[in-house]
């Protein structure tokens, strides 16, 4: 279990940067967490403070009840990929986790465990410096699971890896998770929390924006729309006109199909009978995750492409290829 309580971060300079604003969050086990932000959003910064990396401005955080610092054996508490480059390069995979097991008391034989679970095997006596970016996570995952902990936190932990890669990553935070243990992963990626995460929090430059559920996110975004299609072109422009009002949004996508949000799909069946409009479909449409993301950090990135920076509309269209991608 991972608890935050009025965590700050401010870097120094000037002006002062806060990394992390006053955020207070539970990491629960059991579950699989995601840590979803935007690049910048403070992801890396709380999971240093977490691991007693970063001392916080204000505020604590503690891991299965005591600060990081506290545990008379931390490795066995939690054990966390923050950087995977952070090796010595010449030493092999296998020198590296035995000087780590050597120095924590931690047996050999969880050595040959952990290369066996991240499949370093045939690579255990390589250089870590030759490893690909892919067998350098593997290696970080090994070091962060080698003292058999109950807390795993993973810093973008699929970053770089093929699709094989991205798959056992998931793979083994599910059944990490299955084990009763708290799983906590960082990602600026949805797609990929949407497939491996339980429960997600979110950030945006150094706030927490939702702490929810997938569905709970979902459900959250109020942008629930309709599909109608009607019989032909002058009724969906009849219904069109009756629906409207404010708060309602209705796109004409087709002559005969609407797209409408912020009317129940009961009150837009209504409206069709009492105007004797002939409805062929009325389909609820649910924003995909994609989107409510996008919706979420929509004012909370701290860079838009350059393409779109310097224009007014630029937050708008960011989430523009998500709802071209809108899925019924
Ligand atoms: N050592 C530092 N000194 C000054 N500013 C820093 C430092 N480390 C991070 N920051 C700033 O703090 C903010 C949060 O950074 P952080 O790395 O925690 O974000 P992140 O969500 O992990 O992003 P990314 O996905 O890009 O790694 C950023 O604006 C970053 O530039």
């Given at each position: 279990m991972i608890?935050?309580?009025?965590?700050?971060?401010?870097?120094?300079?000037?002006?002062?940067?806060?990394?992390?604003?006053?955020?207070?969050?539970?990491v629960r086990p059991g579950k699989v967490t995601g840590?979803?932000?935007?690049?910048?959003?403070?992801?890396?910064?709380?999971?240093?403070?977490?691991?007693?990396?970063?001392?916080?401005?204000?505020?604590?955080?503690?891991?299965n009840?005591?600060?990081?610092?506290?545990?008379?054996?931390?490795?066995?508490?939690v054990g966390?990929l923050?950087?995977?480059?952070?090796?010595?390069?010449?030493?092999?995979?296998?020198?590296?986790?035995?000087?780590?097991?050597?120095?924590?008391?931690?047996?050999?034989?969880?050595?040959?465990e952990v290369?066996e679970l991240t499949g370093?095997?045939?690579?255990?006596?390589?250089?870590?410096?030759?490893?690909?970016?892919?067998?350098?996570?593997?290696?970080?995952i090994?070091?962060a699971l080698?003292g058999d902990p109950q807390t795993v936190i993973l810093?973008?932990p699929v970053?770089?890896?093929?699709?094989?890669?991205v798959l056992w990553v998931r793979n083994l935070a599910r059944s990490l998770a299955a084990e009763g243990r708290t799983v906590f992963l960082?990602?600026?990626?949805?797609?990929e929390m949407a497939q491996t995460a339980d429960h997600l929090?979110?950030?945006?430059?150094?706030?927490?924006?939702?702490?929810?559920s997938i569905?709970?996110?979902?459900?959250?975004?109020?942008?629930?729309?309709?599909?109608?299609?009607?019989?032909?072109?002058?009724?969906?422009?009849?219904?069109?006109?009756?629906?409207?009002?404010?708060?309602?949004?209705?796109?004409?996508?087709?002559?005969?199909?609407?797209?409408?949000?912020?009317?129940?799909?009961?009150?837009?069946?209504?409206?069709?009978?009492?105007?004797?409009?002939?409805?062929?479909?009325?389909?609820?449409?649910?924003?995909?995750?994609?989107?409510?993301?996008?919706?979420?950090?929509?004012?909370?990135?701290?860079?838009?492409?350059?393409?779109?920076?310097?224009?007014?509309?630029?937050?708008?269209?960011?989430?523009?290829?998500?709802?071209?991608?809108?899925?019924?």
């Amino acid at each position: 279990m991972i608890e935050a309580r009025g965590l700050v971060k401010v870097y120094g300079g000037k002006p002062q940067k806060y990394a992390v604003q006053d955020i207070s969050f539970t990491v629960r086990p059991g579950k699989v967490t995601g840590f979803l932000g935007p690049n910048g959003a403070g992801k890396s910064t709380t999971m240093r403070m977490i691991m007693g990396l970063d001392d916080p401005t204000a505020g604590r955080v503690t891991v299965n009840g005591r600060p990081y610092a506290q545990h008379k054996a931390p490795l066995r508490e939690v054990g966390a990929l923050l950087d995977a480059k952070a090796v010595h390069t010449s030493r092999s995979a296998w020198h590296h986790l035995r000087a780590m097991a050597a120095t924590h008391g931690i047996p050999q034989q969880r050595i040959h465990e952990v290369i066996e679970l991240t499949g370093l095997g045939p690579v255990a006596t390589k250089r870590v410096g030759g490893f690909s970016l892919g067998m350098g996570q593997r290696l970080g995952i090994a070091a962060a699971l080698l003292g058999d902990p109950q807390t795993v936190i993973l810093d973008e932990p699929v970053n770089g890896l093929d699709p094989e890669g991205v798959l056992w990553v998931r793979n083994l935070a599910r059944s990490l998770a299955a084990e009763g243990r708290t799983v906590f992963l960082s990602s600026h990626l949805m797609s990929e929390m949407a497939q491996t995460a339980d429960h997600l929090i979110v950030i945006g430059r150094g706030r927490i924006i939702a702490d929810a559920s997938i569905q709970e996110i979902l459900d959250g975004q109020g942008r629930a729309r309709t599909r109608v299609r009607t019989g032909g072109p002058e009724g969906a422009q009849l219904l069109g006109r009756v629906l409207a009002g404010p708060g309602v949004s209705i796109e004409a996508r087709e002559g005969c199909l609407l797209e409408v949000s912020g009317v129940e799909p009961r009150a837009i069946a209504q409206a069709a009978l009492e105007q004797q409009v002939l409805v062929c479909e009325l389909t609820p449409l649910q924003a995909s995750l994609e989107e409510a993301y996008l919706d979420l950090t929509r004012d909370e990135v701290e860079y838009h492409s350059g393409a779109l920076a310097g224009r007014p509309d630029a937050p708008d269209d960011v989430a523009a290829p998500a709802a071209a991608g809108r899925q019924s």
